[in-house]
């Protein structure tokens, strides 16, 4: 991890020097864009201040954030260096993950067979296994899932999984910020 990632750590430190790393120049935003293109999609907000507004942010579900996405790959090392040197983060290793954190969410990367067994079924990659949501209180999800007839596992207090059908794919890991074990 740390020998391929250094080059990395050094691009995106370069990166994170500059405080508007986050607002790129077209040119350099169009390069991301055509390098994942088919994969990922990509917005960028010129406006935040006109869609992150309270009004829009409080959800009956309980779910105040996305916490982490969470992607499949044959390769998280190398996956791992490429979203690091496209989004300016910097990689750390997580057990059998590749650790990618940020401000607004993180990205967690592993194998499929490491997918499969915290989660319970992950597809093929290059995928999006699934998702972790932070909730002020997930009881509210965990009773729509339960109405749904979702497939429902309490992990711990306050943390829980759940497989979606095949037609929204991949699974939740949802809960609160503590039981997500996310930094305060």
Known sequence: MRQVCGEVQDQACEALRDKNNK???????????DHF?????????HTPEAI???????????VVKLACVFVVAD??????????????????????????PSARGDVLIG????????????????????????????????????LLGLALRKLRENLYAVSLPGTLGGSWLFGTQQGLGLPS
Do not use: M, T
């Open 75 to 100: 390769d998280p090392v190398a996956a791992g260096a490429r979203w690091a040197h496209f989004a300016a983060l910097l990689p750390r290793p997580a057990g059998a993950f590749v650790h990618l």
């Open 37 to 45: 293109r088919g994969r990922i999609q990509f917005v960028q907000h």
């Open 52 to 62: 992150w507004r309270p009004e829009y942010l409080g959800h009956g579900n309980g």
């Open 23 to 33: 607002w790129w120049d077209v040119r350099r935003y169009q390069e991301v864009v």
């Open 111 to 146: 194998e499929r067979r490491d997918w499969d067994a915290l989660l319970g079924d992950a597809p093929a990659a290059p995928a999006l296994a699934g998702y972790a949501l932070e909730c002020r209180d997930p009881s509210v999800l965990v009773s729509r899932c339960k």
